[in-house]
């Protein structure tokens, strides 16, 4: 099946510092990636949608400012989380949809568990 | 906006009983689409149903997509320990790009 990676697994950083997130596509092209947020024991929020060369769709109530996502390939997109604060701990995971095999379907990362200390 | 609801939220069986958890859709739905996330893990596509009034089958589980495309379920037959985790639902709209609106899950937890 599709493979989509995700890294880092896991990550610790200062108040106030910025958090890149990467997820990269391996075997397919990825023309939409999604991120999502999940809190323990809740389900995924999608955060914002991004699609190959153009700007990020974000869902209401998501700072485009703090949550900063670049899809310039269509097997890479990153997130950045821009001056971190404790409140921005959570589990971050990506989709991503390519537009011939699996279409349709979303094929996740394994996550990213970001601590904000 | 669309809207998914998921029940139950919690599901605690015996193993070798069997378990349902339930979606319902706000909107008409283009396919549903269910995934396991095993605690810990991230989730894992199960399989998508496209057709009004689908059942599909794998193994022990069996899928269904109601008749008006907006509301589905997840059936297990038979539960073993290795079916412990969070199963979530998501539903995608008409929209182009296919964006999935997830249910709240439901977190299964079978004891031997």
């Known amino acids: 099946g599709a493979v989509v990676s995700q890294h880092p697994s896991w990550v610790i950083c200062k108040s106030g510092t910025s958090v890149k997130i990467e997820c990269r596509s391996l075997d397919f092209q990825a023309t939409t990636m999604f991120w999502y947020r999940q809190f323990p024991k809740q389900s995924l929020m999608l955060m914002a949608t991004?699609?190959?060369?153009?700007?990020?769709?974000?869902e209401q109530g998501v700072e485009k400012d703090k949550f900063l996502i670049n899809h310039a390939s269509l097997t890479l997109s990153t997130l950045t989380v821009t001056s971190a604060h404790p409140e921005d701990s959570s589990f971050y995971i990506c989709s991503a949809r390519g537009g011939g095999q699996g279409k349709g379907k979303a094929f996740f990362g394994q996550g990213t568990r970001l601590t904000v200390v | 906006g669309q809207q998914v609801m998921q029940i139950p939220q919690y599901q605690h069986v015996q193993e070798g009983e069997d378990f349902t958890t339930y979606c319902n859709s706000s909107t008409t739905l283009s396919n549903i689409q269910w995934y396991k996330q095993r605690p810990g893990g991230h989730p894992v596509f199960l399989i998508q149903l496209v057709k009004s009034g689908e059942v599909k089958k794998q193994k022990r589980l069996t899928f269904q997509f109601g008749e008006a495309k907006k509301n589905s379920s997840l059936h297990i037959t038979a539960t073993q320990t290795t079916d412990v985790g969070t199963y979530f639902c998501?539903?995608?709209?008409?929209?182009?790009?296919?964006?999935?609106?997830f249910g709240q899950g439901t977190i299964l937890t079978v004891h031997p």
């Open positions: 998501a539903g995608a709209g008409g929209t182009s790009y296919g964006k999935l609106t």
């Open positions: 991004s699609n190959e060369g153009s700007k990020a769709t974000y």
